[in-house]
């Protein structure tokens, strides 16, 4: 009886703690460099989440390095109280596959607040690149076998993944070079130290139209339907049937954040996603905002275990591990 009562006002004490929520500044960790896709969906959507949380201030913090596994270390490991958390992408689906040793489970040592979007990808070479079509890029990389660079964000990054199929379809190896994010794997597209890369259209759309880099094709089943991407054939039906790679985001707390303070955040969350600036600047970006049941917390993370599975056998199937 005693134990029930120390417990039930425990319970109490903790509920009342956090019925001020947010209470001081969040932070959201980025696990990727700054100026990148994931940084970009990142700094937009704090800004539509502020108001549904009191106008609180959230700062953007890049903890970028390993695929994006150091940030979610430090989420994994940081005060479970909502105000910090991580937005991540579909390296939860990779790296508990890819990574023969992980600080955290992906699984177990978060709470999942929901969904945010879903992002094409863009298969993209230097300027200078004499290919202008993606039959040509082909073309192109047959003849230089084995001088090829294509850059990456590191071991289970999305554009790792998308460049593992890409290679694996065209049967093509090449030298990857990776980065802390593809920000700063861009810089290096843009100045032509490297030839090739895969990555988010949040990222791709302004150099596209920008003409800057040359665009060849979108990872996704079907067309990308902005007024910059529009153009650009799928993979599929350039001849990599079944091609088709989308990247989610999702925000997640540490393990143990309380139950109240998670159904705030994923309130807040829903709230944030029907914001039409932030809708707007998603779609003007080809970027799908979720409107789906993947919104709740409980099916994004049934969400998440499916694309460990669908990852983890690409990824077994490549051989590809990191220590
Ligand atoms: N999302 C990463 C970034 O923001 C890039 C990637 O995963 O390929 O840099």
Same mark, same amino acid.
């Given at each position: 009886?005693?134990? #029930? ?32 896709? #994931? ?51 579909? $390296? ?21 607040? $929901? ?17 202008? #079509? ?40 090449? #030298? ?148």
């Amino acid at each position: 009886m005693k134990r #029930t009562l120390l417990a039930i006002a425990t319970l109490l004490a903790t509920a009342a703690a956090f019925a001020d929520y947010p209470e001081k500044p969040i932070t959201i960790v980025v696990p990727f460099s700054a100026g990148g896709p #994931t940084d970009k969906v990142a700094r937009d959507f704090a800004e539509a989440l502020r108001k549904p949380l009191k106008n609180a201030t959230i700062v953007v913090e890049n903890a970028a390095g390993a695929g994006g596994t150091l940030g979610a270390t430090k989420v994994a490991k940081a005060a479970p109280d909502g105000h910090t958390l991580l937005l991540f992408h579909i $390296g939860m689906a990779t790296t508990p596959t890819m990574y023969r040793k992980l600080n955290y489970n992906v699984l177990n040592d978060f709470e999942y607040a $929901g969904m945010i979007n879903d992002v094409p990808m863009t298969l993209l070479g230097r300027k200078t690149l004499p290919a202008n #079509t993606y039959p040509e890029l082909v073309k192109w990389l047959q003849e230089n076998k084995g001088k090829i660079n294509l850059a990456n964000a590191g071991q289970g990054s999305a554009s790792h993944l998308c460049g593992l199929m890409f290679q694996s379809a065209v049967q093509i190896d090449m #030298t990857t070079v990776p980065y802390k994010g593809t920000a700063p794997a861009m810089n290096d597209l843009l100045g032509g130290q490297v030839d090739v890369m895969c990555d988010q259209t949040t990222n791709t759309t302004s150099q596209i139209a920008a003409g800057s880099v040359k665009a060849y094709a979108v990872s996704t089943a079907k067309r990308v339907n902005t007024p910059v991407l529009a153009k650009l054939p799928t993979l599929d039906e350039s001849g990599l049937k079944g091609f088709n790679v989308s990247i989610f985001h999702g925000l997640y707390a540490p393990k143990g954040t309380p139950a109240d303070v998670m159904a705030k955040l994923n309130t807040a969350l829903k709230e944030a996603l029907k914001d039409p600036e932030f809708i707007k600047r998603q779609e003007g970006l080809g970027a799908v905002v979720v409107t789906d049941g993947r919104l709740n917390p409980a099916e994004h993370k049934r969400f998440v275990a499916a694309e460990i599975d669908k990852w983890g056998a690409v990824i077994k199937a490549a051989g590809q591990y990191a220590d």
